[in-house]
């Protein structure tokens, strides 16, 4: 299966790309947590990137293309791959198709907008693993510690509440389109986020199954 996850920022892409990820054996690309891994490291693409991820905007097409184009080429791609936070403008849909590697769906996770802010406020990240948690719907074991590696817990700079806003922005003129984009390709699958993880996935297994 290739299928490419839309929705906002803390719509819950991550969690659900684990979920499938796991479930048809096949693995997650998340531009987000490559460039937060760039970054981390201090390579050139990082640097470049920083600038954008800490207001809240989006990284220029033509950098997030080059890294999908090299991410998708990997050998582990082969038997399908689900992309969390990519496509997210209109320029790398089109880039994505160019590739011409016959992408089955795009899912869309609806969730409301005050929702989103509620949910940013409570989202913690571990910056060793990328693993992410909340502090009210997916509490680690251990307060601020991570579950997967124990490294302590940190609220990332982009999730901060003026900052939030700025990326719903961005969603809305920049990434929304997509719905329509896939739609007239008859491949767009919309799923209501529910308050739940398990609630959500019980819909978007239930979507996936009709692909
Ligand atoms: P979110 O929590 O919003 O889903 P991600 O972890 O996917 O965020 O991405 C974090 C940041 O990385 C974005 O705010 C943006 O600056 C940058 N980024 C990630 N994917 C893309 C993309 N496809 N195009 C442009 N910028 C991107
Ligand atoms: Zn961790």
Redesign the pocket.
Known sequence: MKLILL?????G??TQAEIISEKYSIPTI????I??AALKEGTEMGLK?KE??ER??????E??IGI?KERLSLDDCKGGFIL??????IP?AEALDSMNIGIDAALSIEVADSEIVKRMSGRRVCPACGASFHTEYKKPEKDGICDVCGEALII?K??EPQTVLN?LS??HDQTEPLKSYYKAQGKLLTVEGQDKVSDTTALTLAALSEI
């Open positions: 929705g906002a920022p803390g719509a892409k991550g998340s531009t987000g947590n460039i937060r990137a954008y991820t809240g905007e989006l990284v220029p097409d950098v997030v999908i969390d936070g990519f496509p997210r403008t790398q990332r982009d999730d990326r961005v969603y």
